[in-house]
Nanobody
């Protein structure tokens, strides 16, 4: 079974940058769509911020222009580069994956389709 591990979170000042990594164990992520989600402190809901599939990359409006999702060369890693961090970006960030059901699959920023989840990495942005 696919296992995902996130890393790269930390405490950052507003305006700073971070690179979050999502690494898959055993399997490559070629045939998976991968999304990044976040859960703000005291919030129950997950916010989808970005996803990547063979059809392209997609972003929530709230992060467009500041977040960049990409696949690593090893094909077992997906990155989320975050720039111009804001206090409202503080959250636990999770990566999630699903087996791409068809070529050209458009990934979604809702949690429902994703079958595999990591345990998250914490990002705290100080003002």
């Amino acid at each position: 079974q696919l296992q995902l591990v996130e890393s790269g979170g930390g405490l950052v000042q507003a305006g700073g940058s971070l690179r979050l990594s999502c690494v898959a164990s055993e399997f490559t992520l070629d045939n998976y769509a991968v999304g990044w989600f976040r859960q703000a402190p005291a919030e129950k809901a997950y916010e989808g911020v970005s996803c990547i599939s063979d059809s392209g990359t997609y972003y929530a409006e709230s992060v467009e222009g500041r977040f960049t999702i990409s696949r690593g060369n090893t094909k077992k890693t997906v990155y989320l580069d975050i720039s111009d961090l804001r206090p409202e970006d503080s959250a636990k960030y999770y990566c999630a994956a699903l087996i791409r059901p068809r070529v050209g699959y458009v990934c979604y920023l809702g949690v429902a389709p994703y079958d595999y989840w990591g345990r998250g990495t914490e990002v705290t942005v100080s003002s």
